[in-house]
């Protein structure tokens, strides 16, 4: 499981909360702190869709990180930062099983993974992001882990944020 603190917090929120950068992430669960508490539980309620509508869209446990942060970002517009921010994400399943297949992940215990997460959290000035590997089953196999680290840091280069790992 790898950490990165983000050195530059202003151009990763924008990046963050006002561009499609995170569009391959799904939402599990949100939490920010200002002068109120907002919690999203980003679980999908399936019977708040007709049947036809559950048969039109691709529906994941999760919704869209997309769907949703219009809405994250309204709770913490304006001209105080939240005093804190903490937003759990899943990669795109479809995503990760790729990822995993191309890293050989599939025979040893890629099987097993169920999520490959992203928490990221905003606490006392600072912004990090945390991988972690969500399993289906036990295994003592760390390849998954450190397949999605590195995957992990590869995506933070490709959009364009500096980091160091902590």
Known sequence: ?????????????????????????????????????????????????????????????????????????????????????????????????ELLKSAEQEAGSGGFVKYLLCTVKYENGMVTMTGGVSYQGFTMDKEPEKCWDQALCRLTDAIGLEYEII
């Open 1 to 97: 499981m790898i950490c990165l603190r983000i050195k530059n917090i202003k151009e990763f929120m924008q990046k963050f909360l006002m561009s499609d950068a995170f569009s391959d992430f799904l939402l599990m669960e949100s939490k920010v702190d200002t002068y109120v508490s907002y919690s999203i539980d980003g679980r999908i309620r399936r019977d708040f869709y007709t049947k036809e509508e559950q048969e039109m869209q691709e529906l994941w446990e999760f919704t869209a990180w997309e769907s949703v942060r219009p809405q994250i970002l309204t709770a913490v517009k304006g001209k105080r930062t939240p005093l804190f921010m903490k937003q759990v994400l899943a990669y795109n399943p479809k995503k990760a099983q």
